[in-house]
Each structure stands twice: as C-alpha cells, then as structure tokens.
C-alpha cells in the first residue's frame, strides 16, 4: 500500500476542489479527478500485499470518481481492470460481464483502438469456457479494429488467440500459421521478448502434436532461449517439459526423464505447482511406458495430489486415468475401478461448471444487449421529443411575424402536415410488414435448431447456437434498416438455408456476379425470405438431399436481378392450405414492393414461374426479381 499517502493527499485536495474538477487541470491536462482514479488503480494493481477487500474497494472508489465526472476513458480501463480481477478468480461470466461494459464505452466514444482491446479481453474470457466459436468471432473483430488503428500489440495478441483456438479444435496446420503470423507482430523497440518466448513454445507443442519432432525441438529451443534473455524461471522450466515430450515421443527414455526432471527444479512450490504437477504426469507416464510401474505410481500419485491442491480438475482426471490403467498392470483391479469412477465424477462436475459458466455467459450478454437496445431507443424518443418541441416553436414564430401571410402559411403548414402524416403512415406499414416477415424467418431458423435438440445430438445444438445467436442480432439489425448491403443479405440468406439444411438435408447455392460489389449495393432487407421460406415448405421439403435451391444475383441493364431456382412439386402443386399460405406471402411481398416503389421512386419488377409450363420436363419453381441498383 506504498501510494496510500498519495490517495488520502488527492481526495482531500479534490473534497476542497468538489466544483471545479471539470474545470481545473494540471500542467500534464490531466484532471484531479484523473489523478484520483489513476493513483486508485495504480495502488490496486501493485499492490502485492493480499489484501483483496481493500484492492476491490480502491478499485470500486475508482470507479465511482470517474463515474460521477464523466471520464469514460477512466472507466473504460477500471471495467477492464476488474474483468481481468474476477478472471483471475475464474468467474468468467462476471469477468464477460464487465469486458461488456468496457465494450459499450468504446463504442460510445467510437474509439477502434478501445473496442480491439475489449473484444480481445472477451474473446478470453470465451476462451476459458470452452465457447471456442464465440470466442474466435470476437478475436477476429478485434484483428479488425486492431488493424485499422495499426496497434501491432493487439494485432499480435489476437493473432496468438486465434492460433490458441485452432489448437484447441487440434487443426495444428492453422494453429501454426497463426502463431507464426502473431511472430511477426511483435516489434523491434522495444522487443517483446515474453511474445516470442510464448509463440515459439506453442509452435513447438504445435509440431510435436503433429509428429515432426525436429520443429518441434527448433522452436522449443527458441522459446528456452528467449526465456534466458527474460531471466524466467518458469519459462525454462516449460521448455524443459516440452523437451522432455519430444524425447519421449523419441522413445528416447532416459533424455525424457532427466528434462522432466530438470524442469521440476526451474519451478517455484506453490506459484508454479501446475507446472510441477505436469512435470510428474509426464514423468509417470514415461515410467508407464518403461514398464517401472513403481516409479510411474510415485509421479501420478504426485500429479494427482498437486492439481487435487490447487484445484486443475482436468490434470486430476488425466493422472486417474494414467493410474487406474497402471492399477490395472497391477492386477489391482478395485483400485483401478475406483481410480475410473474418481475421474468421471470430476469430468461431470467439469461439464457442470462449464455449462453453469455458459449459461451465466449468456444471461450477461443478452441483458446487456437488452439495456443497450433500451438506451438507443431512449435516446431516439428523447430526439423526437426535442425535434417536436423545435418544429412547434418554430411553427409559432412563423405565424405570429407573418401575421399578413396568415391564411397562406397555414394552408402551407396544412399541406406539410399531411405529406408528413402520410410519409409516417407508409413507413409505419412498411415496418409492419417486416414485423410479419422476421417471426416466421426466426421461427424456422430455431427448429432447425430444435431438431438436434430432438436428436439428442447436444453437441451439433451448442456448435451451431452461436450461429443462431449471431443470425438473430442481423435479423433484430436488418428489420431497422429501410436498405442493407448486399453482402449482408446473402449472409442473412446464406445462414438460414444453412439452419435449414440441417434439418432437412436439402442442397442449396447463393451465387453472386462478380461485377456486383456486394459491400457497396444495397437492397431492402428480408425481401427474398418469403420466396426462399416457401421453396422449402411447399417445394423440397420432403426431397431430402435430392432437394435444390439455387439463388443468384446478377448484373443487368442497370438492375439486380435475383433469380430463386427450386427443383420442388412446382408452384400450380399443392394442397389448398398451402396455396393459400402462398398467396398470402405472394401478398404481404407484393404490398411490400409496392411501398418500396412509393419509398425508392423505381420500378421493381417479378416473375413466378412454374417450369413445368415453360419445358416440358421439368420440374419446381423460378422466381426473378429485378431491383434497381442502389449504390452507398
């Protein structure tokens, strides 16, 4: 607590100075209240004493401070801070919370440095709960953001993350030319020595995993030697175990047992006891493979009693496993037994504690997206009101000055305000049409979903529900929207015949000309769906794999024209519900194109077709669009 003094000076001179903390700065710009908030966090994090309550309670006046004088940067960097103090506690859903948080202010203040370092801090946190998808999403938005502010640093870390997530899923290949990528981010001046001791490492655990020993040992002695250079004690003891896998893996026995060995010796007991407990699995399963059941029983034991220490459930059950099966070499069978049950009662509690963090995970974000949502819509009813009260005021200054041209401006105001009411009207249908449209499009979308659940295939349901919760934020984005890009309809589209294709098997193709720049033409959102929606219901449906959309877009005589292809039964087929489900689609989207007409001030032009009517043969239905191109 060595900055205490420095606190106590600063809030005292900050309680004489209440009224002028937005007003007086220092010679550096800093405000006081600045100062209070930086020397706050400055006591929180050097501070090694132990003393977590008083930590969390600098961290928490902090906070406040900033709070009430408005320093959303301040901010900003104390919600990193605590989201990186409740990781450190493993509670992740509260650590995602709080990274949240930071990630709001970033976008608030449209800072793309602050939202890469948020993003980067979440993407982490998703990490550790195994939402590997999730969590590759937002390591890749923070790459983004990273590269347009040039900050090598984050562009490094997030290419490290990514590489960390391909090795997980055990694409070794990807994982590599990752790390190698997060390699060459890691700067001259000063060098980031801790970087490239930490790639070189998972480079060579990388080219182990994939049998090339030589690679492996190459980048493993890179990693030892920026560990030299860092002075880390640690860093050459993981070295060393790395070492001691090639050599194992070598069947070169005794090489194997003496890096393990030397690597027990670099780590300091209880700090680096997850390293030890890993030294001594490897040792006994080298002992394993030697047939020395006694030694090999004496380093699992060890390992078992060092991760049951300091809680690593996953190296538990790694040495049970290991010694049930030398209970077995034995002839200790009950022994072996209950070494087996001992391990899947810990892999269940694992699977509980990820699932509860999951869940907790979700909970965090879909309320924070739901304040977020409130506050935009607060906002814009705050703008309305305010632009109201301008538009009436305004009103009353014209005719009370121009008293003479009384009957003529009311006339004129008459005639606004039943161009505006008429405007607001059509928009309003407009946005009711989309209203109809998104339940059915979100409706189908979560049965696909559904039916894995049904299947009991939980594993495929959890994959794909991260794409589902993806899908449903562009549907919540695009039904606010009067245009969309182009690119953002076909993935739209793209997800949907994929939730879809799972759950009925059919093929599908988007294709897009190349002379159409999707990223720059618009469209309105959700115009195809009902076509698509109805191609599969009433068409393909019962085809199974046989069953085939095609959509396409393509350039012509200054329009998009969209072309929805389907091998079905053929629109003139069908049972007269269907027909009629049909018609009414075939309604709402003709109603819809009429206002959009009224909305663009162009033609937009279709065509239904059964293709047994036009080639005798054939089979389905062709539906051709034709949109004026949009350009922004």
Not at 297 to 316: D, M, P, Q, T, Y
Request: net charge positive; aromatic share 10%.
């Amino acid at each position: 607590m060595k900055l205490t003094w420095l606190y106590t000076i600063l809030i005292l001179f900050l309680g004489c100075k209440k009224n002028e903390d937005k007003v007086y700065v220092n010679k550096h710009g800093g405000t006081y209240a600045g100062l209070v908030v930086d020397s706050l966090i400055s006591i929180s994090v050097e501070d090694t004493s132990g003393y977590e309550n008083v930590i969390d309670k600098n961290i928490s006046e902090a906070l406040n401070v900033a709070e009430t004088n408005g320093l959303k940067r301040k901010i900003f960097s104390i919600n990193i801070l605590i989201a990186k103090r409740y990781s450190g506690k493993a509670k992740y859903s509260t650590a995602i919370k709080y990274a949240n948080k930071a990630l709001l202010i970033a976008n608030e203040l449209n800072d793309d440095l602050l939202k890469a370092e948020a993003l980067q801090e979440m993407a982490v946190y998703f990490r550790k709960i195994n939402e590997n998808s999730r969590a590759l999403k937002l390591h890749t938005q923070a790459l983004d953001y990273a590269e347009n502010v040039k900050d090598t640093f984050l562009i490094h870390c997030s290419y490290n993350g990514i590489g960390n997530i391909y090795f997980e899923y055990k694409d070794y290949e990807k994982a590599i030319d990752y790390f190698h990528k997060s390699l060459n981010f890691l700067g001259k001046n000063p060098p980031n020595i801790l970087g490239d001791a930490i790639n070189s490492n998972l480079l060579g655990e990388s080219w182990l995993y994939m049998g090339n020993t030589d690679s492996a040992m190459y980048y493993l002695v890179r990693s030892f030697e920026a560990n030299v250079k860092l002075g880390s004690p640690m860093g050459k003891g993981i070295c060393y175990n790395g070492f001691g896998l090639i050599y194992k893996k070598k069947k070169e026995y005794s090489k194997a047992i003496e890096s393990f060995k030397k690597a027990i010796t670099f780590f300091d007991f209880p700090g680096d006891a997850y390293y030890i407990a890993m030294a001594h699995y490897n040792l006994g399963e080298t002992y394993l493979e030697m047939q020395k059941l006694r030694k090999a029983e004496f380093h699992l034991s060890k390992a078992n009693e060092l991760s049951s220490l300091i809680g690593n459930k996953r190296f538990v059950i790694d040495a049970l496993i290991q010694l049930a099966k030398l209970n077995e070499q034995m002839g200790l069978y009950h022994k072996a037994c209950e070494n087996s049950m001992k391990a899947l009662d810990y892999k269940d509690s694992i699977t509980k504690e990820i699932q509860k963090q999951e869940t907790e995970a979700m909970k965090v974000l879909y309320k924070a997206e739901k304040q977020e949502r409130e506050i935009i819509i607060l906002k814009q009813r705050n703008q309305l009101v305010e632009l109201d009260y301008a538009r009436q005021k305004y009103i009353m200054i014209i005719i009370i000055g121009l008293t003479i041209m009384l009957l003529s401006a009311g006339l004129f105001i008459y005639r606004q305000k039943r161009l505006k009411t008429r405007l607001k009207e059509t928009g309003l249908q407009q946005r009711l049409l989309r209203a109809q449209m998104n339940p059915h499009f979100i409706f189908n979308s979560l049965g696909a979903i559904q039916n894995f659940m049904y299947k009991n295939e939980t594993k495929k349901a959890a994959f794909y529900l991260g794409s589902f919760s993806s899908l449903m934020r562009s549907i919540l984005n695009n039904s606010r929207a009067e245009l969309i890009t182009l690119e953002e309809e076909i993935r739209t589209l793209s997800d949907y015949l994929e939730l879809q294709k799972m759950r009925l098997g059919f093929n599908y193709s988007i294709n897009c000309s190349e002379d159409i720049d999707r990223e720059f033409t618009l469209i309105p959102p959700m115009l195809l769906q009902p076509f698509v929606e109805n191609a599969i219901k009433h068409g393909i449906k019962d085809m199974a794999e046989k069953g085939l959309i095609k959509v396409s877009f393509v350039l012509r005589n200054n329009k998009i024209v969209i072309t929805i292809d389907d091998n079905g039964v053929g629109i003139n087929y069908g049972s007269t519900p269907e027909k009629d489900h049909k018609s009414i689609a075939l309604k709402i989207f003709k109603e819809r194109i009429s206002f959009l007409s009224n909305y663009l001030k162009k033609e937009i032009i279709y065509q239904i077709i059964d293709k047994s009517e036009t080639k005798s043969g054939e089979r389905g239905t062709m539906i051709i669009v034709e949109l004026p191109l949009i350009m922004h």
